[in-house]
T-cell receptor
Framework: KAGVTQTPRYLIKTRGQQVTLSCSPI?????VSWYQQTPGQGLQFLFE???????NKGNFPGRFSGRQFSNSRSEMNVSTLELGDSALYLC??????????????FGQGTRLTVV | DAKTTQPTSMDCAEGRAANLPCNHS???????VYWYRQIHSQGPQYIIH???NNETNEMASLIITEDRKSSTLILPHATLRDTAVYYC???????????FGKGTKLSVIP
């Protein structure tokens, strides 16, 4: 079956703009998580969705938001972009409601550059 | 979730076994040990996980000490394609998020 698909792969935005990233999980997977990876902070958890509900959120400002649709596809949005938002944004999907019981499958990520 | 400690980097000769250690001395009884790796510029890849028993799959073996305070990931015959950052993560059964530390940068040397 197809893996986790993230679009677009690369994106360049200007400070102050907003951006929407998309993630299509593996078919049948209902949990979708988002992570930000930067050279300075490493991989950091943003939020997790299951059945269109956000169940957990990491320590990020309110400019970072997300949602999940009924088909489990997810989007994340970053408003009022800052230079520090430049990062690789990764989406992960898992089959079971609780990641602690099974593995998460990651997409290739979206490389966002803010100029 | 319990914190983990891993060496910053390790080298391994191609074809030899790579043994990557991880300390998780504050692990509790219902927390799993997970290993992921990230090859440069790609998304992390799941390798293996375990609770208390040793585990083996087609990629690797996971050895967990009896007191569960440490574990070792073993890649039996390392290849150049195994060069990556390896992350050891402790995760409770009710947790929804993976907390990645700095990991161990494994370099497989020809």
């Amino acid at each position: 079956k197809a893996g986790v698909t993230q679009t677009p792969r690369y994106l360049i935005k200007t400070r102050g703009q907003q951006v929407t990233l998309s993630c299509s999980p593996i078919s049948g997977h209902r949990s979708v998580s988002w992570y930000q990876q930067t050279p300075g902070q490493g991989l950091q958890f943003l939020f997790e969705y299951f059945s269109e509900t956000q169940r957990n959120k990491g320590n990020f400002p309110g400019r970072f938001s997300g949602r999940q649709f009924s088909n489990s596809r997810s989007e994340m949005n970053v408003s009022t972009l800052e230079l520090g938002d430049s990062a690789l944004y990764l989406c992960a999907s898992s089959e079971h409601p609780r990641v602690g019981n099974t593995e998460a499958f990651f997409g290739q990520g979206t490389r966002l550059t803010v100029v | 979730d319990a914190k983990t400690t891993q060496p910053t980097s390790m080298d391994c000769a191609e074809g030899r076994a790579a043994n990557l250690p991880c300390n998780h001395s504050t692990i509790s009884g219902n927390e799993y040990v997970y290993w992921y790796r990230q090859i440069h510029s790609q998304g992390p890849q799941y390798i293996i996980h375990g609770l208390k028993n040793n585990e083996t799959n087609e990629m690797a073996s996971l050895i967990i000490t009896e007191d569960r305070k440490s574990s070792t990931l073993i890649l039996p015959h390392a290849t150049l394609r195994d060069t990556a950052v390896y992350y050891c993560i402790v995760l409770g059964a009710g947790s929804y998020q993976l907390t990645f530390g700095k990991g161990t940068k494994l370099s497989v040397i020809p």
